[in-house]
T-cell receptor
Framework: DAKTTQPTSMDCAEGRAANLPCNHS???????VYWYRQIHSQGPQYIIH???NNETNEMASLIITEDRKSSTLILPHATLRDTAVYYC????????????????FGQGTILTVHP | EAQVTQNPRYLITVTGKKLTVTCSQN?????MSWYRQDPGLGLRQIYY???????DKGDVPEGYKVSRKEKRNFPLILESPSPNQTSLYFC???????????????FGSGTQLSVL
């Protein structure tokens, strides 16, 4: 899996958009970008994933650059409950094989949403 | 409700006393995995299982055992716990089909283990 780099921490005002960057300059053509978040000591929660097109769901939007070397997770109207650690992971989205079993989470970005 | 259930939520034990943390999922997922989380070290994978009777080591398997005798259960066994295994443990599962949606992990609520 390609390595990812995220800022250690970020702040955002409540009601504003939170834009969380992730660099994955060694990403391969068949690797997807996945985002999870972990609210204090709870199990991580899947947010969104994408390959090369921008994606949006009820939780967030994912913008992937044209060269796919970086992406941005956007929480359009951040709330206090969005305060969490956000993890960006790059994975080959294929089934089967023990080589796909290992999944390492990095340190992630601590997002603090303040009033 | 689709979920991954871990038990117990909290566990305090003493060095050397064997313990088992249970994990069960009701989503018919092929893949299950255990992680531990320590301050400053993030989530580290202990073991994973691609399907029944198929298990493999993650990044930090020393001191742990797992078994996958049936699809829904994936217990984590500490044969002789030591204080350095004091940690927050998470079990996770995901389907192993329909890529790339098969990479969507579902996590349990966690087990906080303290080994004295």
């Amino acid at each position: 899996d390609a390595k990812t780099t995220q800022p250690t921490s970020m702040d955002c005002a409540e009601g504003r958009a939170a834009n969380l960057p992730c660099n994955h300059s060694t990403i391969s053509g068949n690797e997807y970008v996945y985002w999870y978040r972990q609210i204090h000591s709870q199990g991580p929660q899947y947010i969104i994933h994408g390959l090369k097109n921008n994606e949006t769901n009820e939780m967030a939007s994912l913008i992937i650059t044209e060269d796919r070397k970086s992406s941005t997770l956007i929480l359009p109207h951040a709330t206090l409950r969005d305060t969490a650690v956000y993890y960006c992971i790059v994975r080959v989205g294929s089934a089967g094989g023990t080589s796909y079993g290992k999944l390492t989470f990095g340190q992630g970005t601590i997002l603090t949403v303040h009033p | 409700e689709a979920q991954v259930t871990q038990n117990p939520r909290y566990l305090i034990t003493v060095t050397g006393k064997k313990l088992t943390v249970t994990c069960s999922q009701n989503m018919n997922h092929e893949y299950m995995s255990w992680y531990r989380q320590d301050p400053g070290l993030g989530l580290r994978q202990i073991y994973y299982s691609m399907n029944v009777e198929v298990t493999d080591k993650g990044d930090v398997p020393e001191g742990y055992k797992v078994s996958r005798k049936e699809k829904r259960n994936f217990p984590l066994i500490l044969e002789s716990p030591s204080p350095n295994q004091t940690s927050l443990y998470f079990c996770a599962s995901r389907p192993d089909r329909d890529p790339p949606n098969n990479e969507k992990l579902f996590f349990g609520s966690g087990t906080q283990l303290s080994v004295l």
